[in-house]
């Protein structure tokens, strides 16, 4: 696994280079790897009606400064959604003097109106009748966008037959004549040698390829030409780069010449990719050099070439690897025969999820002693080669280490086994599903039983199969951390004996073992772990010499990112096939195939052709198909295709025809893209990190009481430790996405979670949560309020997008926002500790004064969930419902349970909080794991008094809240900020609570519409008393991002089970094993943690109430790592990640969050928990002020942990690490719910007399 350097530049901050590494630079070869973020994650986008201000797309910038926008590390151009034809060509009359190059055709994905034939559909046919051309064979074709104005152009090369007195190759540019018309042009002619000083090139091989070879920073992409010479097999690159109008500059052409040692030359191919992650792309050239005779002495070599600035030449750097005729691959090695290497592609992509470019090469050879070729699929990747002091040095292919002389690549095997009649075969990298890394697609000719199918098959690239461990020792008692990588799926068992051996003659099994050794000195411990999979037994182990000293702590491991290796899958994880008919006897001798999005899902479809000659039962003809991804109820994605074949005669011919070719092109301008504009800014947000509530009091009886609430300093962060690798630039990344096309339709049909840049991740086991993990420098308590919590406000600099379509231009409605953490004097911002009502009250406020009452962009709610004043509280409702999905579930404190009804105009409903209440802040939420989608339109009515059954409520009496944004729309949860933001009536102060009865949701507008929610939360004060704590919690499932908290009903005088969102880490309550709590009627199902969560018995016996002060603390004492799961991850991060579910056309999304943003390789256990001597983390409470209550008052509290994930509006994403608690409902606790004493206080019930809306005449 090669460590990836990038670097960027920021405006403000000229960077130093640094060990050895490329000095900064801005990035715009960003904006290509961004693509795969940004396509398809667009929402359905319809105009909205009566727009007063665009800008409002977005969530307001936060008070800020200008910065130049021209600074921008994501890239000058973003593509946003990838809208294609497929194109054909097909030689027509090849050589004919007329000029009659070939066929061109345009296909649709969509049927025409009234047609129910299957696509594909020809919408533009046109027979190229070009002079340029005249007498040419068609060689290569290529669609690219060299000037970067989001339309694209067909390159194609022509050369002369063999024999012919012509030395020049022929390109040419092919344009539609403008977005409306069916008819394609040549814009741009000429003759290679015109261009590149004359050379001769008497060609019998040319391909084209195109990147940011350059290092150009203004969307322009150059042109890579390789060109074989017939008369000498010299190989020659040349580099033009592009120019506005599509073109080629003149000059600056950059040109190298392969001179083989012996005129000795197979097979040669180019790709071009950033393979080392440098903000530009690399060529690498393979040639097959010195393969005559038996092949003893045939060298394959790899041809490294890149542009530096300020050189006119191109850096080159060649590996030659001694092959002879030995073709290595996973089942063992084949001999080639004397024939040699049959054909050669040469692709690029990442196919790892590494972030760089990574080369896909196949091979067809035929084995010795066999009568049908095989085709070879290999993966190699290119990685920095550094000194002692880990400074970069140069670069080198991977290899597996001791591997034969031969084996240069990654991993090797066979894609395509032997048969004597078999077709023609060809290869595309592409991104085909969700997956953010690309796969390999194969399209080839295959037989069975005498008939020809045209077979599509996808590969995957994941690791290697890569033992590794972490330990961290504490006197002679040693925790073990298995964070090995690779394989597949599931988790590794071992081999070779026990899984751990400690050197002491002592082992275990278990996943992550604590051992304790008897004497101090040297140990050399050893995982071994194997892997089931792919079709083979993978094999690993690592060991590492651990000392031992009773009297010191110490830590050690790691995973070397510098030896991980990639291997494809051996099964195609989608395929399909495709026959003519049942008597299909004609082999597909020559296939094209390309990979590109033709309809804006972010789901790309495969394209392919093929032409089949004619056979007894049939003419000769073509085959075009697109193949794509669908989503089967039974088996889930799998690949289908649509096809349509065409018989050569009347329409062409087949005759001498050699090559076809199917690319993906925008001909028409109609992708979605960004550019940099000029709205750039500085800004400051802020984001909770730690919540630590104090422990539970009586608000009236333990006013003056002392309390606290804790978190001090740990190493590696307060829920996690992390190990990074290498060398890596990390930044947090707040990304904010509004869109508003005023075009047509952007179509989103399945959830996408994309990443900016690329993460992948094998991850073993079940994740708790532990991505808190920033170092807190000092400790912070808190000392009045209700809790303690820390927030870090950072620094970002954030740039704004033109969203533009290259046939309609810019629209002024729409933009897009990316902001990226910055670094100011070594720090990104300043960490702080407040009250939760601070963050709640005060924090809001200055900016809700300025903003129309709405709090900021990044800002969220802090409530818990079991202190929802709305729970179990009476719905009422105007709507008809679904089965089980009544308008009841609203308040059933479980966000599994939905509310969805049936469509009607104004549907509501409303909530009666049975009393009027202090209401700071209200929260819809969809049905659990959607977006808000189904909330759009919707708007909150709360008033004091009863609002009309029908129609829409109004009066001076009601509030009325809707989203910030005029498209009005959330991420994925609506938070209502329900404080007065001015002075309010009755003598309300600024920030004070509004105060409400009824709480409505209901949507205006006149068009029949359905209710779709998941559940509706109302708070009041932070402050909550003992009794309206949860009895217990309890986690019976891990991962899956909920837990049960077990909470009093006053209305019914019994518990309830409800959800809580969170991933539980751990409890002070130990049960032993025991259920957490029993069933009871309908209310309560029994509960019981799951097996890794940690419990412990924190306060079991000790209640709260006495004069003495109580205190908790977990340190040294509590070294127990909570969580299994261990997760490497390989990552370039430059945005957020979004996830998007909805086909339905509303106007805007607005979007975001802050995430990290890394380039290289992180490698981290994700799921840990725990402490050391460096962390602490308590609570503690005071007794009554009235001694007298102590015995009839006493409670009993348990404190618990869980991470928690909240989002602003805007998606703008605070990960806490939040302690909490519950209050027993038994003994030590002197009362329970039922029975509590009037003088120490009481549970809120509403007063019943209205619960049935009595004064409405409804009762």
């Known amino acids: 696994m090669t460590i990836r350097q990038l670097s960027i530049r920021t405006p403000v901050r ?18 290509r790897k961004l693509a795969t973020l940004f396509a398809g994650f667009l929402c359905p986008v319809l105009a909205a009606a009566g727009l007063q201000d665009p800008a409002k797309s977005l969530p307001p910038f936060a008070p800020s400064a200008d910065i130049p926008c021209d600074g921008t590390p994501f890239g000058y151009q973003l593509t946003l959604g990838r809208d294609a034809e497929m194109v054909t060509l097909v030689p027509y009359n090849q050589g004919a003097a007329n000029g009659d190059l070939g066929r061109l055709r345009e296909w649709a994905l969509e049927r025409p109106p009234g047609n129910n034939d299957a696509p594909p559909f020809p919408v533009m046919d046109t027979i190229w009748t070009v002079p340029h051309f005249a007498g040419t064979d068609l060689m290569h074709a290529l669609r690219t966008d ?74 322009i992409r150059d042109l ?72 003893l002495n045939r060298k394959l070599n790899y041809h490294f070439l890149q542009a530096q600035d300020g050189s006119p030449d191109l850096e080159v750097q060649t590996f030659t690897t001694p092959v002879s005729n030995i ?37 067809e050879y035929l084995p010795q002693g066999s009568d049908g070729n095989v085709v070879g699929q290999r993966v190699h990747h290119f990685r920095y080669v550094r000194n002692a002091n880990g400074d970069i040095t140069g670069i080198e292919m991977a290899r597996p280490a001791g591997a034969p002389a031969h084996v240069d690549y990654d991993y090797s095997h066979i894609v395509r086994t032997q048969h004597s009649t078999w077709g023609d075969w060809a290869v595309a990298v592409g991104n ?49 951390t298995d964070i090995s990588v690779g394989g597949g799926p599931g988790p590794f068992p071992y081999y070779g004996g026990s899984r751990w051996t400690f050197g002491d003659g002592n082992s275990s099994d278990d996943i992550n073992p604590v051992h304790t050794f008897q004497s101090n000195g040297a140990r050399t411990v050893r995982l071994n772990i194997q892997q089931d999979w792919n079709g083979t037994n993978s094999y690993s182990y690592k060991e590492l010499t651990i000392n031992i000293d009773a009297d010191a702590n110490e830590g050690g491991g790691e995973l070397d990112p510098e030896q991980l290796l990639f291997q494809i899958q051996r099964d195609p994880v989608y395929r399909a096939t495709y026959a003519r008919d049942e008597n299909n006897s004609s082999r597909f001798n020559h296939v094209h195939v390309s990979v590109d999005d033709m309809n804006r899902d972010g789901i790309p479809e495969i394209m392919s052709v093929a032409s089949y000659d004619q056979t007894s039962f049939s003419p000769s003809g073509m085959v075009h198909s697109i193949w794509n991804l669908q989503n089967d109820n039974s088996l889930g994605l799998v690949l289908q295709g649509e096809h349509r074949f065409e018989y050569a005669s009347g329409t062409y011919s087949n005759s001498g025809v050699h090559k076809v070719f199917a690319l993906g092109a925008d001909l028409d301008g109609d992708s979605v893209f960004a550019e940099v504009g000029t709205d750039c800014r500085r800004v400051e947000e802020t984001q909770a990190r730690n919540l630590i509530w104090i422990p539970p009091h009586f608000e009236r009886l333990q006013d003056g ?33 509004g869109i508003n096309l005023g075009v047509e339709p952007l179509g989103l049909g399945a959830n996408i979670k994309a990443t900016a840049g690329y993460n992948v991740q094998a991850a073993h086991g079940a994740m708790v949560g532990s991505e808190n993990a920033h170092a807190l420098s000092q400790a912070h308590s808190q000392e009045q309020g209700d809790g303690l919590l820390v927030t870090e406000t950072n620094r970002f600099n954030c740039y704004l997008y033109d969203v533009r379509q290259a046939n309609a231009g810019v629209d002024p409605d729409s933009m897009l926002r990316i902001c990226e953490r910055i670094v100011m004097n070594g720090a990104t911002g300043s960490i702080s500790a407040s009250d939760p009502g601070h963050w709640d009250r005060h924090l809001p406020l200055e900016w809700a004064q300025v903003n129309n009452g709405n709090p900021p962009p990044s800002w969220t709610p802090l409530n818990r969930d079991w202190a929802n004043i709305a729970l179990f509280r009476p719905v009422s409702s105007n709507a008809s419902f679904l089965p089980g999905a009544g308008a009841e579930n609203a308040t059933d404190g479980h966000f599994s349970t939905p509310v969805k009804s049936t469509t009607r105009v104004q549907p509501y409903v409303e909530i009666d909080l049975g009393g009027v209440h202090d209401v700071t802040n209200i929260r819809v939420f969809p049905a659990n794991g959607e977006l808000a989608a189904g909330l759009r339109g919707f708007r909150v009515y709360a008033s004091t008094t009863p609002m009309p059954a029908n129609g829409i409520p109004s009066g001076p009496d009601v ?74 919690v309890c986690d019976p499932t891990q991962g899956d991002g909920l837990f049960y908290a077990k909470v009093w009903d006053p209305v019914i005088s019994r518990f309830r089970q409800i959800e809580v969102r969170g991933y539980m880490l751990w409890t002070g309550r130990d049960t032993g094993g025991d259920p957490v709590w029993t069933e009871d009627s309908t209310f309560l199902t029994r509960c019981t943690n799951h097996a890794p969560l940690a419990t412990w018995n924190v306060w079991g016996l000790e209640t709260l109430g006495g004069s003495g002060s109580h205190s908790w603390n977990l340190s040294e004492a509590t070294t127990d790592i909570i969580g299994t799961d261990t997760s490497f991850e390989s990552s370039l991060r430059a945005g957020a990640e979004f996830e998007l579910t909805t086909g339905l056309p509303f106007a805007s999304i607005t979007t975001g969050g802050a995430y990290e943003y890394t380039s290289g390789v992180t490698e981290e256990h994700s799921s840990t928990t725990f402490w050391t001597s460096e962390l602490e983390m308590g609570g503690a409470m005071a007794g009554f002020t009235d001694q007298s209550l102590a015995g009839a008052c006493a409670y009993n509290v348990r404190p618990y942990a869980f991470k928690l994930t909240e989002r602003s509006n805007t998606g703008y994403e605070h990960t806490l690490y939040v302690v909490d608690y519950t209050v027993t409902d038994d003994y030590p606790t002197a009362w329970t719910r039922r029975n509590l004493p009037p003088r120490c206080g009481k549970i809120p019930v509403a007063d019943r007399i209205f619960d049935g809306h009595f004064e409405r005449g409804e009762g």
């Open 14 to 31: 000229p960077a130093q280079p640094r060990n050895g590494q490329t000095p900064q630079r801005t990035r715009p070869e960003l904006a």
């Open 146 to 219: 060299l000037n970067g104005d989001g339309t694209d152009e067909v390159w194609v090369a022509a050369g002369w037959p063999a024999g012919s007195n012509h030395s020049m190759v022929r390109i040419g540019q092919f344009q539609r004549t403008s977005p409306d018309s069916n008819q394609i042009d040549l814009a741009f002619a000429n003759e290679l040698g015109t261009f590149s000083g004359g050379q001769t090139q008497f060609s019998n091989q040319f391909e084209f390829a195109t990147g940011n070879v350059l290092g150009h920073d203004d969307g």
């Open 224 to 295: 890579v030409m390789m060109t074989r010479m017939r008369n000498n097999n010299h190989v020659r690159i040349s580099v033009a780069p592009g120019r506005a109008d599509g073109g080629l500059e003149p000059g600056g052409w950059r040109v190298w010449t392969f001179v083989p040692p012996t005129s000795q030359v197979g097979q040669v191919g180019i790709a071009v990719g950033d393979f080392l992650l440098k903000g530009r792309d690399q060529i690498v050239l393979v040639t097959e050099t010195d393969h005559g005779g038996n092949g």
């Open 327 to 363: 073709f290595g691959h996973s089942n063992g090695d084949d001999t080639i025969s004397n024939t040699g290497i049959r054909k050669m592609t040469v692709d690029a992509g990442d196919v790892a999820g590494s972030a760089a470019a990574e080369l896909v090469i196949h091979m």
């Open 432 to 480: 085909v599903d969700h997956d953010p890394k690309a796969e390999i697609v194969f399209t080839h000719d295959v037989v069975r039983q005498d008939t020809h199918f045209l077979d599509t098959s996808v590969y995957k690239v994941d690791y290697q199969l890569t033992a590794a461990f972490r330990y961290w020792r504490s006197g002679r008692s040693v925790r073990f």
């Open 705 to 737: 009481a002392s309390r606290s609430a804790s978190i001090g300093r740990t190493t590696g962060g307060g829920s996690s430790v992390e190990s990074r690798y290498g060398t890596f630039t990390s930044h947090d990344v707040s990304a904010y996405v």
């Open 959 to 1032: 509030r009325v809240f809707q989203p910030e944004n005029v498209m009005e729309m959330v991420y994925d949860r609506w938070n209502i900020w329900t404080r007065h933001h001015t002075a309010g009536p009755d003598g309300a102060q600024p920030g004070d609570p509004m105060r409400f009865r009824y709480i409505r949701l209901q949507h205006p507008g006149p068009d029949p519409v359905a209710l779709d929610l998941g559940l509706i939360q109302v708070f009041g004060d932070v402050h909550r008393d003992p009794p309206v704590y949860p009895a217990a």
